[in-house]
């Protein structure tokens, strides 16, 4: 009896800590803009011409959205986040064209230009300097953005860490009021000159600053842990 109540009580923890660290929200374009995690909004389309297509995305047939350059996609993170200065990003995405700045997630409602870019062959959290050399090219590639709420911002390419700064001097990577994040396109400042074509095949959010288990992952394929 004394194990079958522990077992019980085993079972709880286990999903209750599942729960707490699994996404508040994960796109996998099949079709549509619809979370998979259940209480997620949609997403949004920046602009027309997306569309649904079958791609090999490292080395798996996968379903993916294409977009044209600027029409971009909005993820409202209204209830999802606890903070707005603390969370985990995750894109898999190619673009056609990475070189120069094309940007890849924007805080600011797309009126600022600061944000995380590809600048030719590096991730940058601009206006910081950007990161090592990062293996970049027109394939799919898994790129995080980690916020802790301690002002450390943390990016990764395929599980490998690009660059660690201290974003508390410019607070680049906090979502503004509207709590929302404005994904694979331009911003007004830049005139519509720094985005880029390309696909995106899965889109994950957390709300938590995911530590350990980043380095450990190549592929976010079902789940990050």
Known sequence: MKQLLMMILLAGWSAQVSA?????????FDGNLNSSVIGAP????????????????QGQSDQVLLFP???????????????????????????????????????????????????GSTL??????????????????????????????????????????????????VLDNANTFRLLADDTQSAGFEQSSGAIARLTLYNRALTGELPMVTIFRDTFE
């Open 20 to 28: 707490q660290s699994g996404p508040v929200a994960d796109y996998r």
């Open 124 to 173: 940058r959290l601009y206006p910081y300097a950007g990161s090592q050399t990062a293996p970049i090219t027109t394939l799919y590639y898994q790129i995080a953005l980690v916020r802790e709420s301690n002002g450390t911002a943390r990016a990764y390419v395929d599980g490998a860490e690009m660059f660690r700064l201290n974003d508390t001097s410019f607070a680049v990577a």
């Open 69 to 119: 350059a600027g029409a971009g996609l909005l993820l409202n993170a209204t209830g999802l986040l606890t903070r707005n200065d603390e969370y985990t990003i995750v894109l898999t995405v190619r673009l056609d064209n990475f070189i120069g700045f094309r940007k890849l997630i924007d805080f600011s409602g797309g009126v600022q230009d600061p944000g995380l870019y590809v600048q």
């Open 42 to 57: 949609a997403l949004s389309a920046l602009a027309a011409g997306q569309s649904f297509a079958t791609e090999t995305v």
